[in-house]
């Protein structure tokens, strides 16, 4: 069936359909540069409210294993690839078709990806419908332009309930609260393998209630749209710091910005991909790192707040990828370091998380 990619202006990409479902899709497109991972890319929660692009000419061909998941959920809202393979996976048997029908998402192939990615960076994401219906063009773009991108989408993607992950190993060394934005699993797994009882809790729960559960430390959990839209959120945050450690990860990273009073700003078509270096400034080595967020802490903010102190930075923007509080103990990166591109450069933070709970610990009870 054929499938047709339509933008506000009207340009118009042309495709076929792969999978069975063929639905009207409007959402924004952003284009992702890895060469693999479609699995972990398809259930990440940060894609809610977003189609994807691949960059890389070929999608499929290693079939979908559920174990490399990011969720249990299909999180994008269709996928646009040059070309699919219709393979099924050794360890499942599954196909990416098979899973893709399951969750009622759209696949679409045959589609000049690179020519639509260049339009992408030219002038930034942009809203899109991905149709397999015969809608007149024109009233596609006129409901289009009417389409605005879901709020607080942050507050939906994670669990609305504590739900509690123990520990690798028993007993636990520390206990966490995952603030759940829209946690991925493997950031779960790298706590849990650090000796960590993980409790993940709503995005609207008040300072006071994690407080008086007594954790060690609070992750701020990657997560989809826009940190302003989550006011409470950063509020609460403000009312944490210097009371307990708090380590930040993408969107939490923006949200423990905005607490410490940076600016956040969107980006001109984000950064999606796992071929990211960026340069840890503290010790002067380079990480190659996984991203996937429209917005960014503005360097110009960190620079002019002598109480924060830039720590990691995107060498192909120079944009901001890590903070650390000077005095309170609260430290963030923009990328992902429970991801693999490099393939393990930036799994330290989870032992620096650690170490600095323990620090804070060992403070508390007066112990040097």
């Known amino acids: 069936m054929q499938a047709r990619l339509i ?27 890895a060469m693999t991972g479609y699995e972990e890319i398809i259930t990440d929660p940060s894609y ?34 040059k070309t699919y393979v219709d393979m099924p996976s050794v360890a499942t048997g599954q196909t990416l078709k098979n899973y893709l029908d399951q969750h009622q998402i759209m696949g679409v192939e045959n589609m000049d990806t690179r020519a639509i990615v260049q339009y992408l960076r030219n002038f930034g994401a942009k809203r899109a419908v991905l149709t397999a219906q015969n809608t007149p063009p024109n009233r596609l773009i ?6 605005s991108m879901p709020v607080n989408l942050a507050e939906t993607a994670g669990n609305t309930q504590p739900r509690v992950f123990a520990a690798n190993s028993q007993p636990a060394h520390y206990r966490i609260a995952i603030i759940d934005t829209g946690a991925k699993l493997n950031i779960i797994n790298m706590l849990q393998q650090q000796g960590c009882n993980c409790t993940l809790l709503p995005p609207n729960i008040p300072a006071a209630a994690v407080l008086s559960g007594n954790f060690n ?17 950063v509020q609460t945050i403000r009312q944490l710091l210097g ?6 990860i993408c969107l939490g990273h923006q949200l423990l910005g905005l607490a410490l009073g940076l600016e956040v700003v969107k980006l001109k078509f984000g950064h ?3 071929n990211h270096p960026v340069k840890n400034l503290l010790t002067g080595k380079v990480e190659i790192t996984s991203h996937n967020h429209n917005y960014a802490i503005t360097l ?8 924060v102190q830039l720590t990691h930075l995107n060498l192909l923007d120079q944009t901001v990828a890590g903070i650390k509080h000077r005095t309170m103990p609260a430290f963030s990166v923009q990328y992902h370091p429970e991801a693999a591109p490099g393939p393990a450069d930036s799994h330290y933070l989870f032992a620096e998380f650690v170490n600095l709970m323990n620090e804070w610990r060992n403070s508390q009870l007066g112990v040097t």
């Open 7 to 33: 933008f506000e202006d009207g340009l118009t990409f042309y495709g076929t359909a792969f999978t069975q479902t063929q639905n009207t899709v409007f959402a924004e497109l952003v284009f992702n540069t």
């Open 48 to 81: 809610r409210g977003q189609m994807v692009v691949m960059t890389y000419p070929m999608a499929g061909n290693y079939g979908f294993n559920a174990s490399h998941t990011e969720s249990n959920a299909a999180c994008i809202e269709a996928l646009v690839v």
């Open 142 to 147: 006129e409901t289009l332009k009417q389409w």
């Open 217 to 233: 430390g609070i992750l701020l959990a990657n997560g989809p749209g826009d940190p302003h839209q989550l006011p409470q959120l």
């Open 243 to 248: 009371k307990i450690p708090v380590f930040g």
């Open 272 to 274: 999606h991909g796992a």
């Open 300 to 307: 110009q903010s960190v620079q002019q707040c002598p109480q």
